[in-house]
Every structure is written in structure tokens, then in C-alpha cells.
T-cell receptor, first 113, second 112 residues
Framework: DQQVKQNSPSLSVQEGRISILNCDYT??????FLWYKKYPAEGPTFLIS?????DKNEDGRFTVFLNKSAKHLSLHIVPSQPGDSAVYFC????????????FGKGTKLSVKP | DTGVSQNPRHKITKRGQNVTFRCDPI?????LYWYRQTLGQGPEFLTY????????KSRLLSDRFSAERPKGSFSTLEIQRTEQGDSAMYLC??????????FGSGTRLTVV
């Protein structure tokens, strides 16, 4: 049973528009959430994170929103750029697990020029 | 320090052979993690070290798998009697007390 779900395998967006990637989780013990970006043949690269005590975290073009009651988080990329084309993974951690991250299956984002 | 380094980048082996991968973490990081990623899936946790102590193992880590971190620096992951189902990308990550979680580029294993 997947504890972290990314229900959209792919997303296509025009350059300059907003990309919204969604993630749902089932484990209420998760208290820290991360987004990673992955290019083919490379390891995941950390993008942005959010603690469960916050509902929003922003870093440049990237903003993560957390809705704890809905067990839902989203990553917004504004404006989207062709270099953002990659697979995006949502990950969650339970503070008691000491760093064992639970990943979703990923969403492949394509940003078209 | 250029980040988490994994060797080899690619490994092709025949079924039944043993393979060993190496991970060199960021030098000041005390925690080291191994993950496995198969096609269409996100990375799945395998095991985790704090310094030289192996503190957690996933049920995915069968008895054919063994990981070590003898001096609390680099780590090795060995798979004995490889099976085709072991074909995957093996990812290593490191952190300092959970902060600065950084992945390496991975070792892609193909079992033929």
C-alpha cells in the first residue's frame, strides 16, 4: 500500500506558465515533506522541503503548499522553463524514522518552449 | 568535496554472480542511506547507517544483500547470487543528522 501517491504520471506545460505537481499521503505520522527533481541517469536533486508546522514554503520559482487536513501537498513552479523538464518526486519522512524517506512514483514534467 | 560519489556507474552481471557497489558520502555527513529504484517507481529505502552502525533495514533487503560502513566513512553494498529482479538503480544518500540530504548519481545494475 503506497503511503505517498503521485497520481499524475506526466504533465505538459507551456514555457512561462505555472506547473502544479500534486502529491497525497496516507500516514498521519509524516511530519516533513520534500520534493526532488531527477534527470535521466542522475540521482535525485533536492528542490524544496516543508515541515508539517508550516503550510507554505517558497524558494525562488518554487513554492510548496501543504494541506494537512487533506493530507495533500503541491509544488508550484512559476514561471516554468524548458530546463525544468524532469521527473519530480514527492517524499515524506516520519521524524521518528531518522531519515528513511518514502517516495511517490514521480511525475514527469515536460515544459514546451 | 564534490558530493556523494558512487562507483561503478553501471554494472552488467550474469545471474548468480556477486556484485559490490561503493558509496563515498559527503565527508562531514554521519548518516548514509541506500535506496533502490526500479523503472516507473520512486526510490525505495533499503538500509541506513549512523556512523558505522547499521540502524535500520527494510524488508526489501533480503539475506542476499549486505551493506557495511566499516569506518563510518564509505559504504559498500553487496548482492550475492544476483537475480534478474535485482536489476535496478541503486542510490546512495548522505546527511548530517538528517540535514542536507544528498543523493549520489547511482549505480545501474543489469542482471542478464
Amino acid at each position: 500500500d503506497q503511503q505517498v501517491k503521485q497520481n499524475s504520471p506526466s504533465l505538459s506545460v507551456q514555457e512561462g506558465r505555472i506547473s502544479i505537481l500534486n502529491c497525497d499521503y496516507t500516514n498521519s505520522m509524516f511530519d516533513y515533506f520534500l520534493w526532488y527533481k531527477k534527470y535521466p541517469a542522475e540521482g535525485p536533486t533536492f528542490l524544496i522541503s516543508i515541515s508539517s508546522i508550516k503550510d507554505k514554503n517558497e524558494d525562488g520559482r518554487f513554492t510548496v503548499f501543504l494541506n494537512k487536513s487533506a493530507k495533500h501537498l503541491s509544488l508550484h513552479i512559476v514561471p516554468s522553463q524548458p530546463g525544468d523538464s524532469a521527473v519530480y518526486f514527492c517524499a515524506a519522512a516520519d521524524g521518528g524514522s531518522q531519515g528513511n524517506l518514502i517516495f511517490g512514483k514521480g511525475t514527469k514534467l515536460s515544459v514546451k518552449p | 568535496d564534490t558530493g556523494v560519489s558512487q562507483n561503478p556507474r553501471h554494472k552488467i552481471t550474469k545471474r548468480g554472480q556477486n556484485v559490490t557497489f561503493r558509496c563515498d558520502p559527503i565527508s562531514e555527513h554521519n548518516r548514509l542511506y541506500w535506496y533502490r529504484q526500479t523503472l516507473g517507481q520512486g526510490p525505495e529505502f533499503l538500509t541506513y547507517f549512523q556512523n558505522e552502525a547499521q540502524l535500520e533495514k527494510s524488508r526489501l533487503l533480503s539475506d542476499r544483500f549486505s551493506a557495511e560502513r566499516p569506518k563510518g566513512s564509505f559504504s559498500t553494498l553487496e548482492i550475492q547470487r544476483t537475480e534478474q529482479g535485482d536489476s535496478a538503480m541503486y542510490l546512495c544518500a548522505s546527511s548530517f543528522e538528517g540535514d542536507g540530504y544528498t543523493f549520489g548519481s547511482g549505480t545501474r545494475l543489469t542482471v542478464v
